[in-house]
């Protein structure tokens, strides 16, 4: 992920990112994205709920 | 590292509580050796964030004045303790590890798992170190310094709860809440050598708790023997209408069970990704435990890794929007190793954080199917020995990867589904490692059971250590 996605990306959300933390943002976003390929590489079928209100 | 051979240090909160309701010790007697050995020790361990002494010889008074009028002060009767500093206490701000909440009006009431210790009688010595908002493992905190790991002071004590694990693990205090969200009770107790308890997530009320990811959130225990965790447990135990998230369960009770046969218990080893991220120490533990509790069987939980990254997004997630204003107009104030992970976080995509839920709810139908043949699952409780302070990678299933975001591979799954844990400390290897006994929801007595038969056994232990 690069400087200019963190930055396009941050101002969707209504943030600025300071320069100077703009290399551990990018290294941070690049662990989780990779983590994120791992969830959206599992196909799910269409009766897995969320689980937004969680109660074991 | 030597043991020590005071008296004094060596008894347990259970009876500590009895020797003082007895008559027999003086409330002031048992706080005041704690605070000598906080004044010796925490200079060089960095427990606490602050020692509240004049509180602390206050309530210790309050406790003797009771037995000396001939009431019961109750079950905790004179018993030192801490807790993590996202915990509230009346007239303080919760820092939860932060500069960002120094801004913050001081508590007005303390937390309610706090209250329900001091009406046992228990006497509160400070709050104590930890991660800054509880995201992270190893209690090297910018604003407050690191958390020394009492058995190695080069070494870290875990986190997030590390300044209260360290504090029972150096017998500064006898027990401390803390909270694990990804592992914060788990792996410092395994790093530190003591034992620890995660409840259900639900069980106890976080009211007064400063939070961290708030579905994910559970307050929890730390003591040096699993009798004492089961002891604490029951008291700070009970449903509390301000929680959303407390379920709405009657106090069930674990302290009394503790010595029934435990023979009975169907226990197997998690393999797979619990087997593949652990390293010689922890497996050598599992099979100390295993070998104690006629555990042959393994199950694998073919969803582990995947619930790991769903857990490790989430968190990203929930914290980045827990923390979002602050991250606009106050991103300099934060440690910087939080910063950027929630720097990050706040700008996940919707569909990544939804999908993550998605995989949380098949994980725990998956965790919970295991339990149809089994009452307990065991797993190491972190994939290496504690790591050397400033430490940026460790080594797991043969590859360095960095050590921040891995130290919680082993608890992360476990916690995100809201199983019951007993981390216990095993014996026999060079620096301490833990064993996770996982219950299936609600069932917390049957792992304290299983914890303090392993005591008895001479596989699990904790002794104060002098650092």
């Known amino acids: 992920m690069t400087n200019e996605d963190i930055i ?14 703009m290399s551990g943002v990018a290294a941070t976003m690049t662990i989780l994205l990779e983590q994120g390929a791992l969830l959206m590489e599992t196909p799910l079928p269409a009766q897995a709920e969320p689980a937004a209100a969680f109660q074991p | 590292m030597t043991r020590l051979e005071q008296p004094l240090d060596l008894v347990t909160a259970a009876a500590i509580a ?11 007697a048992v706080l005041e050796s704690r605070l000598a050995r906080i004044e010796r020790l925490d200079p060089l361990l960095n427990c606490f964030t602050e020692v509240l002494t004049d509180r602390a010889r206050a309530a210790a008074a309050a406790v003797d004045t009771l037995v000396a009028a001939g009431r019961d002060p109750g079950p905790l009767a004179g018993v030192p303790f801490g807790v993590k500093d996202n915990y509230d206490v009346a007239g303080r701000v919760t820092t939860a590890g932060s500069v960002i909440n120094r801004t913050l009006p001081p508590a007005r009431h303390d937390a309610l798992l706090l209250r329900r210790m001091t009406r046992a009688g228990a006497v509160l010595v400070g709050t104590q170190n930890m991660d800054e908002f509880a995201y992270g493992f190893t209690t090297e905190n910018a604003h407050y310094g690191a958390t020394r790991n009492p058995h190695d002071t080069a070494r870290s004590a ?20 803390g ?12 790093f530190c050598g003591i034992f620890g308890l995660k409840p259900t ?20 225990l730390l003591a040096r023997n699993a009798s004492d965790l089961s002891l604490i447990y029951d008291i700070v135990q009970g449903f509390d209408d301000s929680d959303a998230a407390c379920a709405d369960r009657s106090v069930e009770r674990t302290h009394g069970g503790l010595s029934q ?29 295993a070998a104690a509790l006629g555990a042959t069987q393994h199950v694998v939980l073919p969803g582990a890794a995947r619930a790991r990254a769903a857990a490790f997004v989430l968190t990203a997630a929930a914290g980045g929007n827990l923390h979002f204003e602050a991250l606009k107009a106050r991103a300099g104030e934060f440690d910087p190793a939080t910063r950027d992970r929630l720097l990050a976080g706040a700008l996940l995509p919707a569909n990544l954080v939804l999908q993550a839920q998605r995989i949380r709810q098949l994980f725990y139908m998956e965790a919970i199917a295991a339990f149809r043949d089994y ?28 050590a921040r975001p891995n130290i919680g591979l082993l608890t992360q799954p476990l916690s995100f589904i809201g199983l019951p844990i007993v981390a216990v400390p095993v014996r026999g290897s060079v620096l301490p490692i833990a064993v996770q006994i996982i219950a299936r929801p609600w069932r917390e007595n049957l792992a304290l059971r299983a914890a303090a038969r392993l005591e008895v ?11």
């Open chain 2, 18 to 28: 009895a020797a003082v309701r007895g008559g027999r010790l003086s409330a002031s």
């Open chain 2, 158 to 177: 875990g986190g997030s709860s590390g300044g209260s694990a360290a504090a029972v693990a150096a017998g500064l205090v006898d027990c401390s809440l």
């Open chain 2, 201 to 220: 997530f639900g069980r106890l009320p976080r009211t007064g708790t400063f939070p961290f990811v708030h579905d994910l959130d559970h307050p929890g």
């Open chain 1, 8 to 21: 396009c990306l941050a101002a969707t959300a209504g943030l600025t990112i300071d320069p100077a933390f």
């Open chain 2, 375 to 402: 009452d307990l699952l065991l797993a190491p409780a972190a994939p290496c020995l504690a790591p050397l302070l400033g430490q940026s990678t460790i080594t797991v299933a043969g590859a360095e990867v960095p």
């Open chain 2, 261 to 289: 046969r435990s023979d009975a218990l169907r226990v197997a080893i998690l393999g797979g990704w619990f087997d593949g991220m652990a390293d010689r120490h922890g497996r050598a533990a599992i099979a100390a435990v």
């Open chain 2, 457 to 467: 056994a001479g596989v699990a232990g904790a002794a104060i250590v002098e650092p």
């Open chain 2, 179 to 190: 909270s694990d969200t990804n592992g914060s009770i788990r792996v410092p107790a395994s």
